[in-house]
């Protein structure tokens, strides 16, 4: 099991790189960047490509919604270039609200545009020279724009023909995909002792037409992170974000996280928490979270608690254990997490 770690996305640039310094040094071997609707991505991933040394570097994720595929292929290859071959692709749908809301764009046909962003990228890397007829069109066929595009290939030779991909995935037929062509999968809010009922049919339908060329599938998950005696209460920090998805990421019946909760069998709490934060009321709907919920998302509590979660989460098949450092010693709490990892 490998270590990664998400940086926070909301917070000032130069404190974030010195954080990400300094946890690469307590040995993690992934760190995440996240794009919302605040600073992009590869800016800060290509900042953290000139401090860091060993870790690898991932975006967590860039929508497919707000970049042409092949410019998220010259993207992940050049961080890749920067980097020295530690880039990590992570892609995602995102959802309705950011998406039309923020970028302006209709959100449609998410499992088929994620599968040729992946399609076209590789072949990018590949240096093929891209045609694409699909959802998207490589060039712009005849009667569309100048009439003037013609194939291209990537002018610069990539360090790696083959940068790893995770995708972000919740619902059952984006996660059947994810397993069957990407790299890796992100899901959100993982709940390891209930995983096999929610996901185990999606992911075994989509290994069984999974290419022979690809590795077996990475599974990235975790939850916020803290070590010690005492610091339960450390747990309540992950309620207000928990809020937001469950509640205020989409609207009522759109909602993949709330569905998610609904899965789990947390389906009148999830209807609560929706409605208190749809209503304006956060704090009340922070607090409607169940406490069980948190308890099971988490990795804050004593060095055996923490260890019974690194135990569970091995044991449904995560590989890359992402940690959120919420303790008052983030570096010291990643550097015992890593002594705990099988």
Not at 4 to 10: G, K, R, V, W
Not at 88 to 94: Q, T, V, Y
Not at 116 to 141: F, K, N, S
Request: with cysteine; aromatic share 8%.
């Amino acid at each position: 099991m490998r270590l990664s770690a998400t940086l926070p996305y909301a917070g000032d640039p130069e404190t974030t790189v010195r954080q990400a310094v300094a946890w690469e040094s307590a040995g993690v071997d992934i760190l995440w960047v996240a794009e919302a609707y605040g600073f992009d991505s590869p800016t800060l991933m290509g900042y953290l490509a000139a401090l860091t040394r060993r870790a690898a570097i991932g975006s967590a994720i860039l929508p497919i919604y707000s970049r042409t595929p092949t410019l998220i292929a010259q993207t992940a290859a050049g961080l890749d270039a920067v980097s020295r071959g530690r880039a990590i692709l992570g892609l995602g749908a995102s959802g309705p609200q950011v998406v039309e809301g923020w970028h302006g764009v209709e959100y449609d046909r998410p499992l088929g545009r994620t599968r040729e962003v992946v399609e076209i990228c590789r072949r990018v890397w590949r240096r093929e020279t891209v045609a694409h007829d699909g959802i998207y069109q490589l060039p712009l066929p005849a009667g569309r724009g100048t009439g003037l595009g013609k194939p291209l290939k990537l002018l610069t030779r990539p360090v790696r023909d083959r940068i790893p991909i995770y995708v972000a995935a919740l619902g059952e037929a984006n996660v059947r995909m994810t397993a069957e062509i990407a790299d890796g999968w992100m899901p959100a809010l993982f709940i390891p002792e209930r995983a096999h009922d929610v996901w185990g049919g999606a992911l075994a339908a989509g290994a069984a037409k999974r290419p022979a060329d690809l590795a077996p599938l990475e599974v990235v998950a975790g939850g916020p992170l803290a070590i010690g005696d005492g610091l339960e209460a450390h747990r309540d920090l992950a309620r207000p974000a928990m809020a937001l998805y469950i509640g205020g990421m989409g609207a009522k019946g759109r909602n993949f996280y709330a569905d998610l909760a609904r899965r789990y069998g947390y389906a009148s709490e999830a209807d609560r928490v929706q409605d208190l934060y749809l209503a304006g009321r956060k704090e009340e709907a922070a607090a409607a979270i169940p406490a069980e919920f948190v308890e099971l998302t988490s990795l804050v509590g004593t060095p055996d608690f923490v260890r019974r979660r690194v135990a569970a989460f091995a044991a449904a098949g995560v590989t890359v254990l992402n940690v959120t450092p919420v303790g008052p010693e983030p570096a010291e709490d990643l550097a015992r997490l890593r002594q705990l990892l099988p």
